[in-house]
């Protein structure tokens, strides 16, 4: 697994180095660091301030290009600057917390190109250019080495993926316990012992790099700190990181150590049990919330509708007792009328027709 994690910083690395200039093809190879056989690559000195060229295209407007150590320089300062990535980058602002860090983006660039070219005059602008740039490589390369698969579970890789039936094909031979890589867990460096060897914690910090989400910008460390620690002696390149990593493993102490490793382990683990029950009442509590919800406006509906009955029920007798009434009207009318009729005849003089 360390292996792999080094193989694609390497390969990341080698990928920057070659976008990092958008110039011709003889400058490009100048500009691209040759990958040594350990898998390291050597990149320039970045603090020192390289000169910027400046050609001419075919309209006769002066270009302005940038040179590797510059694009490097600009990564580095973004790198190691929170309050930088927090302005500039799109996936670590917070313009809901803290909404001024819309409006002082032109400043800070002019900060960066005073850092990047001290001794020239660079427009904020052409900061801003490259940043944009800069991420649109990073998606770009990104979105390529995305179809490898590396650091994607089975359950989590498309279908589309063509390392998919193989990957398939391997987890019906050889089952593997997918549920042990827990998501949302805290990183696992802030539960290590600080007194664990660089050794231990480099190869700790590979890992949990290499397991980390992809929607940061710079959540990978930049070249040179992915760069394995050499030391020189008698004017040769040699390779300490195994020597360091095999003498701490035969250290009278190795043996307290992994038992606080194991208590840390548990602690998470403890951690991580506690956090689903409280996950599950909070959805417990949703649901009882939801439910009385619904039976309240169960019981509103209802009402409504009882309200409506009994007013209608109240429109048909008032409807019966107004035609009650004209009845009785109509038929006091009629015997009114025959009464009087009935007078007339009886008043009449005999023998008149």
Request: glycine share 4%; charged share 25%; aromatic share 6%.
């Amino acid at each position: 697994m360390t292996t792999s994690n080094d193989n694609s910083l390497d390969i990341s690395a080698q990928l920057f180095w070659q976008f990092t200039t958008p110039t011709s093809s003889a400058t490009q190879t100048e500009s691209v660091p040759a990958l040594s056989q350990s898998g390291s690559t050597s990149a320039p000195d970045i603090h020192t301030s390289c000169p910027t060229r400046a050609s001419r295209s075919a309209t006769g407007k002066k270009n302005f290009t940038w040179l590797g150590a510059n694009v490097l320089h600009l990564v580095t300062i973004l790198y190691n600057s929170e309050s930088y990535q927090r302005a500039l980058l799109p996936s670590r602002e917070s313009a809901e917390s803290d909404p001024a860090l819309k409006l002082c983006k032109h400043p800070i660039f002019r900060e960066i190109s005073k850092l990047i070219f001290p001794g020239a005059s660079v427009e904020p602008n052409r900061i801003k250019a490259k940043l944009r740039w800069l991420q649109e490589t990073y998606y770009r390369e990104k979105k390529k080495l995305s179809l490898t698969g590396a650091g994607t579970l089975l359950e989590n890789m498309d279908a589309s993926n063509p390392s998919y039936i193989s990957h398939l094909a391997l987890s019906t031979n050889k089952p593997y316990d997918h549920s042990a890589h827990g998501h949302g867990l805290p990183p696992i460096l802030d539960l290590m012992d600080p007194t664990n060897p660089p050794a231990a914690v480099a190869s700790t910090s590979g890992a949990s790099i290499a397991g980390a989400g992809d929607d940061d910008f710079f959540t990978t460390p930049s070249p040179l700190q992915a760069q394995p620690s050499f030391s020189t002696a008698g004017g040769l390149d040699v390779f300490d990181s195994t020597s360091s990593h095999s003498s701490a493993q035969r250290s009278p102490g190795t043996k307290r150590k992994r038992g606080a490793l194991d208590h840390k382990c548990d602690t998470l683990a403890e951690a991580f049990y506690r956090s689903s029950i409280d996950t599950l009442q909070i959805h417990l509590q949703l649901e009882q919330e939801r439910t009385r919800c619904e039976r309240m406006l169960e019981a509103e509906h209802t009402k409504s509708e009882e309200m409506r009955m009994q007013h209608k029920r109240e429109e048909k007798e008032h409807d019966e007792c107004v035609r009650a009434r004209d009845r009785d009207m109509v038929m006091e009318m009629v015997h009114l009328l025959a009464s009087q009729a009935s007078g007339d005849i009886t008043n009449r003089p005999y023998g008149w027709q």
